[in-house]
């Protein structure tokens, strides 16, 4: 997860009429470009249609869109504009005058609802910052957010397009160099505190179903500097405060942590799905947090594309995807879409198994790359990411339907279904049994193999 938050606040561009005229009633911002039809007979290069995706379809007793639950991301899209360490921005947008103004921020959102309706999603996501600019005090800055949520739930209600989750940024602007709930100044964690309450609100006020705490400056750069009890613990009243607030207003949504190892933090102190869970754990929070995997930071990691997503699956811990990919060998962040349907597949098998995603979803925190200036890769990359996981989800559920792969698992593991296997597994053994056990049987001797290139081949039969 990554946000622009510019600080200009110049409206001078904002007069200029070829951006004015993006403001009148029925302005068509993707002119050229309707509703995304589905068409399963489509050749190669017709990358503007759907071949897989069919919202309707019913895939183990439930339409293939409640399995799927599909979210437009608002900072990528529509606050990228391509710009990287080593170049200038390459996404110039029609409607938007380069700005921080309120009126390119409400074309902004205009220009999004658009492309989320001929899209064909029903979430999208967003934070505070992405949407309405920073003022010079929190008073004016809450109250640019509350005119911009007022224009939002009125596209939401126009369109149907419901909010899956909103976040705050807590790491773009300089007061956060240091960290927000881990700041060691505690003015500058209550002015974090401030801003999470207000972005409460907003959720709650516009119906998101989740909220979202990635800590990209909550960790470290050197441990010269850092006492790493206090922070962690400072980290810990900041979310325990944060879902007191939230049971206070009323916000049923669920609080969901996003792990990141690094960048921009050396370390980060949600580094992976076990980091998160046993902080949570430990600190009493397991209760009122699960997490939002993003499997682009579990590849930095050095994990497996679909590792954390299994993990906290495992643990009941699992809320939502931030589904992406990244380039493991560039050792960084880059939000690709996720176009591989090995990697979809094993997603959705998990998906499956724990019975959906709801009240989360698979939100698209992507963005096209800098060189894919126009405004149609929008549509293509986030329709070839749709079908891509489509097809991860027809070929999950006939893995799980045929139950070939599940049933030799089982059989791998059935030494604990009796005996002094189901001893160990119920915990009604010790050392002394066990050390019993091996005296009276003999050591092992019938090692089984893993047999991992087996169940490779089997996974390719599906893909």
Same mark, same amino acid.
């Given at each position: 997860m990554s946000s622009f938050a510019p600080t200009s606040s110049d409206d001078s561009a904002g007069n200029d009429s070829k951006y004015r005229a993006f403001d009148a009633p029925g302005a068509e911002f993707f002119e050229g470009i309707g509703k995304i039809p589905l068409k399963k007979d489509a050749g190669a290069d017709e990358t503007m249609v759907f071949k897989t995706y069919e919202p309707e379809k019913e895939v183990m007793g439930r339409p293939m869109k409640d399995w799927l639950r599909f979210s437009v991301c608002f900072w990528h899209t529509f606050r990228g504009t391509g710009a990287d360490p080593f170049g200038f921005p390459t996404l110039v947008r029609p409607w938007d005058d380069g700005s921080n103004s309120m009126a390119n921020a409400k074309r902004r959102l205009r220009a999004g609802f658009e492309f989320f309706t001929k899209l064909g999603v029903p979430y999208w996501t967003f934070h505070d910052r992405d949407i309405a600019p920073e003022g010079a005090t929190l008073a004016e800055t809450n109250k640019n957010l509350d005119e911009i949520v007022y224009l939002a739930l009125e596209l939401q209600n126009k369109t149907g397009v419901k909010l899956l989750w909103a976040t705050c940024n807590l790491f773009a602007h300089q007061r956060y160099m240091n960290g927000a709930g881990s700041n060691p100044d505690a003015h500058i964690f209550a002015m974090a505190a401030a801003q999470v309450k207000k972005g409460l609100e907003v959720a709650k006020k516009m119906g998101a179903q989740n909220f979202v705490f990635w800590g990209g400056r909550e960790g470290y750069h050197t441990i010269l500097n850092t006492n790493v009890l206090t922070e962690l613990n400072n980290l810990a009243s900041f979310f325990r405060m944060a879902a007191e607030y939230k049971k206070k207003i009323g916000f049923t949504g669920t609080l969901l942590i996003e792990p990141k190892p690094k960048e921009p933090s050396k370390h980060q102190y949600d580094y992976d799905a076990m980091t998160v869970i046993g902080f949570l754990k430990h600190y009493g929070l397991d209760k009122d947090y699960k997490l939002n995997i993003e499997p682009n930071h579990t590849t930095l990691a050095g994990h497996g594309y679909e590792h954390d997503i299994v993990m906290s699956s495992a643990f009941g811990m699992l809320g939502s995807i931030d589904?992406?990919?990244?380039?493991?060998?560039?050792?960084?962040?880059?939000?690709?879409?996720?176009?591989? @349907?090995?990697?979809?597949?094993?997603?959705?098998?998990?998906?499956? /198994?724990?019975?959906?995603?709801?009240?989360?979803?698979?939100?698209?925190?992507?963005?096209?790359?800098?060189?894919?200036? /126009?405004?149609?890769?929008?549509? @293509? $990359?986030?329709?070839?990411?749709?079908?891509?996981?489509?097809?991860?989800?027809?070929?999950? /559920?006939?893995?799980?339907?045929?139950?070939?792969?599940?049933?030799?698992?089982? /059989?791998?593991?059935?030494?604990?279904? $009796?005996g002094i296997g189901k001893k160990i597994t119920d915990g009604q053994t010790s050392f002394e049994e066990l050390e019993k056990y091996i005296l009276d049987n003999g050591s092992p001797t019938n090692v089984a193999s893993g047999r991992q290139e087996h169940y490779e081949s089997m996974l390719n039969h599906y893909v």
């Open positions: 589904s992406n990919t990244g380039s493991p060998d560039l050792g960084w962040d880059t939000d690709q879409f996720p176009m591989d @349907i090995k990697n979809t597949t094993m997603v959705m098998k998990t998906v499956l /198994e724990q019975g959906g995603l709801s009240p989360g979803g698979l939100n698209f925190d992507c963005k096209v790359r800098r060189e894919s200036t /126009e405004l149609r890769d929008m549509f @293509i $990359s986030h329709i070839g990411a749709m079908d891509s996981f489509a097809r991860g989800l027809l070929n999950a /559920e006939r893995i799980l339907k045929e139950g070939v792969i599940a049933k030799q698992v089982k /059989e791998r593991y059935s030494s604990y279904e $009796s």
